[in-house]
């Protein structure tokens, strides 16, 4: 079957985590993605947080699946030309390197349309234009500067990050919605475009509802929080929903550190749920049967279902919860996601063959295309594909393909 990209070239000048996220979902969407490295080294995630000696790291492997690896020294004058050739046969480049780092090449974005109009250049900065343009970033630099950490942990406890890499994770799945947004809107141009992502703005944009609660909050405290007290900024709040219906994760047996559930209370379900955990006596009782008489005192609702939730596993809550449709959902921990069986049909955990490493695993892709099947293959080692690609893409041959190698080009 044939694949949504197929016939895209992308030239991939990404490293660490926030660019090869993005290139590595146009590699299973179907695109040729051609990954560019320093010779020798490599990607810096390749040695970085190694769990087996000389082998390519988790990191490494987990973000760059289906990827070809080209090495090329971008600085040799004899890289720079390949690299242009390349870039003029290609249609996107995405690159994720420190602020100037292309510019102090000679690739910038004016050269970029002169020599290859056609051409999508995707950026991931930390920051977009202004005061903070020259900053390098990280994932919890972007947390930080994007509205995650003052809005995450409990209000007596310091900023916290999410485990989630919103920053990094998030930047490339907005970056890729950018991509296959120029490449449609190519069809009636004719031109390529540049997109840009900043990480901080990728951030601020998934914490659209804490820009909500800060504009509610200038018109009075926000009832559903489960702070008492309010200043001017959106506190912390523990694990309040965050939405409409007021939730909070609940202990359950046996009592270990994730033996939690996440219930939510919709009003809807609220008879069936304290029929459910045996409370029939708050039924008839205005401060416990309206969502408004609930919510002055969410934290004794909590304890209340939490009594009964404490005397089953979150399996088994889940189990009795979902029978009477409440919305709940255990938290898993990592042992319980590379284990869940459905997880493994649906091939968001998937086993990979690597040479040199064996089995791992590796998180699938959670887009499913009915005319696009997604297959997870390895990560390329360092340089595995430079000659095929010289040859196949640039017709180099013989004698030039051993100079370049001779000379460290490659
Ligand atoms: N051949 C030769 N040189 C190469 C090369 C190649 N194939 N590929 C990259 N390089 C060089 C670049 O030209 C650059 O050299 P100069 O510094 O001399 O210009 C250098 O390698 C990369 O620079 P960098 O600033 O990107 O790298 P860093 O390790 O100092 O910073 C990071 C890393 C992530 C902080 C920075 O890249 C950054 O801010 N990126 C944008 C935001 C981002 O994506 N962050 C997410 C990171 S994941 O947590």
Redesign the pocket.
């Known amino acids: 079957m044939s694949k949504a990209l197929e016939g895209i070239r992308v030239v991939d ?7 090869p996220v993005c290139t590595q979902m146009l590699a299973w969407l179907g695109a040729d993605v051609i990954k ?4 020798g080294r490599g990607d ?1 995630t390749r040695t970085q947080l190694r769990d087996l000696p000389d082998v390519d790291s988790l990191y490494f492997t987990m973000l760059n699946s289906n990827k070809r690896s080209l ?6 004058p004899r ?1 720079q030309e390949l690299l242009w050739e390349l870039l003029r046969r290609s249609d996107v480049l995405v690159e ?7 510019d ?2 000679g690739i910038t974005w004016e050269r970029l349309q002169e020599e290859a109009p056609r051409l999508v250049y995707a ?4 920051f977009g234009p202004g005061d903070y343009e020259d ?5 919890t630099i ?1 947390q930080a500067m994007g509205g995650a950490m003052s809005t995450t942990g409990f209000q007596d406890g310091p900023p916290t990050s999410t485990g989630a ?1 919103i ?2 994770s998030g ?1 490339a799945v907005h970056l890729l919605a950018g991509i296959l947004a120029a490449l449609l809107q190519r069809h009636q141009t004719g031109r390529g475009q540049r997109v840009q992502v900043a ?1 901080q703005h990728a951030v601020l944009n998934l914490c659209r509802v804490k820009i909500r609660d800060h504009q509610r909050l200038q018109h009075g405290p926000l009832a559903e929080y489960p702070n008492s007290e309010f200043g001017k900024s959106v506190p912390r709040s523990g694990n309040a929903s965050g939405g409409g219906q007021p939730g909070w994760a609940l202990r359950c047996r046996p009592g270990g550190p994730d033996d939690f559930i996440y219930v939510i209370i919709q009003p809807h379900v609220w008879e069936r749920l304290v029929r459910r955990i045996d409370r029939e006596d708050l039924l008839g009782n205005p401060a416990w049967d309206t969502p408004e008489g609930r919510l002055s005192h969410l934290d004794e609702v909590f304890s209340v279902i939490e009594g009964w939730t404490m005397l089953h596993t979150k399996w088994e809550v889940f189990d009795a919860f979902s029978a009477i449709d409440v919305p709940c959902g255990p938290v898993f921990d990592t042992g319980d996601l590379v284990a869940d069986d459905s997880l493994r049909r649906n091939g968001m955990i998937v086993e990979v063959e690597h040479p040199d490493r064996g089995t791992y695993l590796n998180v699938g892709c959670p887009l499913r295309l009915s005319d696009s099947p997604v297959e997870v293959n390895r990560s390329p080692l360092l340089g595995e594909h430079s000659e095929v690609v010289l040859r196949e893409v640039l017709g180099l041959e013989g004698e030039e393909l051993a100079l370049v190698r001779r000379e460290g080009v490659i």
């Open positions: 000048m990404t490293h660490v985590q926030a660019g560019i490295e320093p010779p810096v090495t090329l020294d971008i600085k040799h890289g994720n390197f420190g602020p100037g780092a292309l102090r090449q950026s991931i900065k930390g900053a390098k970033a990280y994932e972007a890499q920053g990094d930047s990480m």
